[in-house]
């Protein structure tokens, strides 16, 4: 017999996970998410499995204006942080690093696992990686496009230090959110049946 308890399939939902794919960020434009489905998104995010409800994971919202000016930042570090390398490839980086944040909006996932506890660093990690996936779902569910990347900004002491970093915290994604400039095509995804194994008892 059915339980009473048992919700109703949402198709819909089903949709978004079975179609969703990522837009590179210099396809992404206007318009993005609003300042309350942005709040809404963050809500989403936040909603994730998190061992201990530890909560070690903390955004950092791109828009608007920032965006030119913490490029401009970026570019700059890149340029200090790379005397050595052939000026020609150094300032095609460092332009790069200037349009680092073309869609509306960016939301930099930031792991922060919490110590002292009895819950793994990588266990803290993934849950970090769970909410820049439900970001990327979320987004897609409101009729935006999306992508997770990382990168030099991601990762470089120098870049970390002007998202406003500190010791034990990483980058677990930079979320870029905006709307298609057009529809890019699929990549081919993974033969499930190649991956997956059932599990059977040693004879
Ligand atoms: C942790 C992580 C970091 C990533 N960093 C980048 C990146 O810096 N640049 C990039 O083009 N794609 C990056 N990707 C890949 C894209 O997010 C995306 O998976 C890829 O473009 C394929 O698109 P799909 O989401 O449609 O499968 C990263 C993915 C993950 C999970």
């Known amino acids: 017999m059915t339980p009473s308890t048992r919700r109703p399939p949402l198709p819909e939902t089903l949709a978004v ?22 709040r809404r998104l963050l809500a989403i995010a936040a909603r994730v499995p998190d061992h201990a409800m530890l909560a070690p994971w903390r955004f950092i919202v791109i828009e608007g204006a920032a965006r030119g000016a913490i490029g401009a930042l970026l570019s700059d570090a ?24 073309p869609a509306p909006l960016a939301v930099v996932v930031v792991s922060r696992p919490v110590g002292g506890t009895m819950i793994p660093d990588f266990e803290q990690q993934l849950s ?31 870049a ?17 959110i905006g709307t298609a400039t057009e529809t890019p095509a699929d990549r081919p995804r993974p033969d499930v049946s190649a991956i997956t194994t059932h599990w059977s008892p040693p004879r």
């Open 17 to 38: 996970l079975e179609t969703r794919r990522s837009v590179a960020a210099a396809g992404l434009q206007a318009p993005g998410p609003d300042a309350a489905q942005t």
């Open 128 to 158: 970090a990686g769970a909410v820049c996936m439900n970001l990327l779902t979320g987004a897609t569910a409101m009729g935006f496009d999306a992508i997770w990347v990382t990168g030099w900004a991601a990762t470089h002491r120098a």
């Open 78 to 101: 890149y340029r200090d942080h790379n005397p050595d390398m052939a000026p020609e490839k150094r300032e095609k980086f460092a332009a790069i690093m200037g349009r680092l944040f």
């Open 160 to 176: 970390l230090t002007i998202l406003g970093l500190i010791e034990g915290e990483r980058v677990a994604g930079i979320l870029h």
